[in-house]
């Protein structure tokens, strides 16, 4: 890093941490007592503080990784600071924990983007900079920074795993992709990505050396999709059905193999994946979700995403490949029809924002969900089509680790969302330095929108005297 973006770095890290204290302080005002979920998260870690380790919420879905890091860091502090009595482990400073993750997670950010564009000179320390503090403001993940949820510690964890897989550093990798589990058992998936990343560089050479090779012998491939998806299949199936090379892959890759190995211990003894109360959390084939992840992302990237460019040429593959996008609209559709699940908790929750979109948009009409396919195609085709930098082997990773991340959740839950969307949006080429402005433009507008509802636009419920907060 050279001084000057050592400089401004040091500077946009200093603004927005100093911007988060302010929120938090008037968060803290507003809302002192635990709301929504903290009302379970906050008195057991509360347990952990006093040592009641063997104490357990039934209502809590997931391990225990939030109450053991906040005791890590409480339990030191107030020893250093002699703090005594209710301000130990109190709301506010368990709270303050996300703050500390949320630090974190900006300078991981700013390493990911480094490592991952390391090749592209042609990038400036600006706009790396711009991308971080735009990625760090990611409004579904920043809201959380100022309650006490397993997000901001969740998405730590899991970048941090993620840099260290991409240095080398396997071992270290998923021992902070355990961390990661332990905040939220379906961060196993990232755990797979880590390695599958190992995998897919791997893939890639080898299928580089072979496409030289075939060249070198001036042999011609027939060309088209198909052709193509049946040769690169007929690849994989050769490259992984060889002793040696499965050797050498489970050698580089056996710190993830002793991980996913674990999770599968804990899938059988704890006799599933969600810990505590198991009714409201059934796992399910609920292929909408992609739709729903793909147009979240079409929202919260349209700088990148819906550009003129964009649909002009969606419209011209649109035009030269109408037999394939028929096909992908008739299986869109049938999941549609036969795999979309409502759970009980988006109809009747009307402090999030996902009751709204729901009622607003899906409830107005039966044929709505249909409705929506073009959107589905067009935010899939533009979607993939900035990932197109990538390898294929990565991308096929990518789409797996998505529908595993995605699919299987019964709820529609943005929150679920923020990990394959960072990492996503981590991955694709930088954009112009106008576009990233409009994109931290609309993130900041976002996120003021969403402050001011949840301070200052109140409501209560029929026959309850708490005051409720609108929230994502």
Request: charged letters at 15%; hydrophobic letters at 50%.
């Amino acid at each position: 890093m050279e001084r000057g973006e050592a400089c401004g770095f040091s500077a946009a890290m200093s603004g927005a941490f100093l911007l988060s204290c302010l929120l938090f302080a008037a968060v803290s005002r507003r809302q002192r007592g635990p709301y929504m979920d903290e009302a379970f998260h906050v008195p057991q870690a509360q347990a952990y503080c006093h040592g009641r380790f063997l104490q357990w919420d039934p209502m809590i879905t997931t391990l225990p990784g939030l109450y053991l890091a906040s005791v890590g860091v409480v339990k030191p502090a107030a020893w250093l600071f002699g703090w005594t009595g209710s301000v130990v482990c109190s709301t506010g400073m368990l709270r303050f924990i996300n703050l500390l993750f949320s630090a974190g997670n900006f300078y991981l950010l700013y390493l990911l983007l480094f490592k991952i564009h390391q090749k592209n000179k042609a990038v400036s320390g600006f706009q790396r900079i711009l991308s971080t503090l735009t990625l760090a403001m990611f409004p579904t993940l920043y809201f959380f920074t100022f309650l006490y949820y397993t997000d901001p510690g969740s998405v730590f964890f899991t970048l941090f795993a993620y840099l260290m897989c991409l240095y080398g550093n396997h071992k270290t990798s998923a021992l902070l992709g355990f961390c990661g589990f332990m905040f939220r058992q379906t961060n196993i998936v990232w755990t797979v990505f880590c390695a599958g990343n190992v995998v897919a560089e791997k893939l890639n050479e080898a299928w580089r050396t072979k496409l030289q090779k075939k060249k070198d012998e001036k042999i011609l491939f027939r060309k088209g999709p198909f052709s193509d998806f049946i040769r690169i299949l007929q690849f994989l199936v050769e490259y992984l059905i060889s002793p040696q090379n499965l050797v050498m892959l489970s050698s580089i890759t056996w710190p993830y193999i002793v991980l996913v190995a674990v999770f599968f211990g804990f899938v059988f003894i704890n006799g599933g994946i969600v810990v505590g109360d198991r009714s409201s959390h059934e796992a399910c084939l609920h292929f909408p979700q992609l739709f729903y992840f793909l147009s979240f992302t079409l929202f919260f990237s349209f700088p990148h995403l819906l550009t003129p460019t964009k649909i002009r040429k969606f419209l011209l593959s649109l035009r030269k490949h109408p037999v394939q996008y028929s096909l992908i609209t008739v299986i869109s559709l049938f999941l549609i029809w036969k795999f979309t699940y409502v759970h009980k908790y988006l109809l009747a929750d009307n402090r999030h924002y996902t009751f709204y979109v729901w009622r607003k948009v899906f409830q107005r009409h039966e044929l709505v969900k249909y409705a929506l396919v073009p959107v589905y195609i067009f935010a899939g085709w533009s979607f993939a089509d900035n990932l197109k930098s990538k390898s294929i082997f990565w991308i096929l990773l990518y789409f797996v680790c998505l529908l595993a991340a995605t699919v299987p959740q019964k709820l529609l839950e943005f929150r679920y969302f923020i990990l394959p969307f960072l990492i996503y949006r981590l991955n694709i080429p930088f954009p112009s330095v106008y576009r990233q402005l409009l994109e931290i433009a609309f993130y900041i507008a976002v996120n003021a929108i969403t402050f001011y509802l949840f301070l200052n636009r109140t409501f209560q419920w029929p026959n309850s005297d708490e005051i409720q907060r609108f929230m994502w």
